[in-house]
Structure formats: C-alpha cells, structure tokens
C-alpha cells in the first residue's frame, strides 16, 4: 500500500508556514524571541519554520498573540493566500 504524503509538506501547508515566518519578521522578533514568548526553544520554532513539525490550534492562538496579533487576522492572511494558491494551480 502507497504511504500517503506528508501534509506537513504540501504547498497548502507551505502557505501556513510562510505566512507565519512573515508575521514573525514582521513583528520584528527572531526564532528565539518569538520561542522565549511562548516558553519554548529556538529549535522548536526553528522546525516549525521548516515544515517539520505541525502546529495544533492552540499552540496557532499562542503564536499569533505573541506576535501582536489575533488568532483571526493570521488565519484571514492563510485564508487569502490559499485561494491564490488555488487560484493559480
């Protein structure tokens, strides 16, 4: 039986990845800055950044509120760029 792909890496997810490594450059804050806010290491955003490890719903409110931002805001920016992504496929 064919192993089904990973969703960590589809493009779909790589629009949830991008949009959250803007949010965080646009705050301002470093991998480590955003991990110290939400009382985790640097690697552990490092690997999220690279698609290899998920974020549950909860952890997504976390990091949107510690970049100064609401869990609704980033969601509408990944909501935006997925119906382009679509768009264009």
């Not at 959250?20 to 646009?26: F, N, S, T, V």
């Amino acid at each position: 039986m064919a192993r089904r792909p990973n969703p960590v890496f589809s493009d779909e997810y790589g629009v949830v990845r991008d949009v959250l490594i803007g949010a965080r450059r646009e705050a301002g804050l470093s991998q480590r800055a955003l991990a110290a806010r939400l009382g985790k290491t640097g690697s552990h955003v490092a690997m999220i950044e690279r698609g290899q490890r998920r974020v549950d719903l909860l952890e997504f409110c976390r990091i949107a509120e510690s970049l100064g931002l609401s869990p609704d805001a980033l969601v509408g920016r990944i909501a935006t760029q997925l119906c382009a992504l679509r768009a264009a496929a």
